[in-house]
């Protein structure tokens, strides 16, 4: 059994993997000699068996996603998960919003798009901005080649909690714009690699 540690690509003697929560997805279907190991917080990025999925479901249920949200938003929308998924040949060195005021179901839309990762709903997205800068990073450097949505940046009656947010989401918008993570230094002087961001990070915010 082969353990990996991101999601998203990987090239393993020749052949292209696609890793997830719950193995790797191979040109034949899955694989089960290869196991995932993954953060807290990103265990839901599981996909099916190909060979267990209805293509014509599927399809049906993207028309649907597109009806509900409009051949406009829709088509954004899809663009993104396409995106996100073709990491590996076209980095995204962008940050995508979902803007609107409260009520508006933005992390219900943001947890439409994650259901091509995994099983997600709006109480369940992977990063929230109520988690420190680190922990965040951390997450987005394992989300490789999926979307990654960091939920509700919102204005607050607490004037500093509100500030952490902000700088919170623009150290990682610098990170995901220049592909650069942070340097740290150990107690004893080592150097530890930075972990920038390798999927597609979406803000919800208001």
Known sequence: ?????????????????????????TPEGLRTDVTVQLPPG??????????S?????????????????????????????????????IT??????IWCSTGQFKSSAAALISNFFGVFDRFTLPGNLAS?????????????????VV????PGSNRRA????????????????????RNRMRADRSIVGGKPPRGLVVFTAE
Not at 132 to 148: H, Q, R, Y
Not at 151 to 154: I, S, V, W
């Open 92 to 97: 995204p060195d962008f940050v995508a919003w």
């Open 53 to 89: 999925v209805n293509l014509k479901d599927s399809f049906d249920a993207v028309l649907r996603f597109l009806r509900l949200f409009g051949p406009v938003r829709g088509w954004r929308l899809l663009a993104l998960v396409f995106t996100a998924i073709l990491g590996e040949i």
């Open 162 to 181: 509100q500030d952490v947010q902000v700088q919170t989401a623009f150290r990682l918008i610098r990170a995901v714009g220049d592909r650069h993570g």
């Open 132 to 148: 420190t800068a680190n922990s965040i990073e951390g997450l987005a450097f394992a989300a490789k080649d999926v979307v990654f």
């Open 1 to 25: 059994c082969t353990a990996f540690a991101p999601l998203g690509w990987r090239k393993v003697d020749g052949e292209w993997l696609y890793l997830h929560a719950g193995g790797a997805i």
């Open 42 to 51: 990103l265990d839901r990025y599981g996909l099916p068996d190909p060979a």
């Open 151 to 154: 939920d509700d940046l919102a």
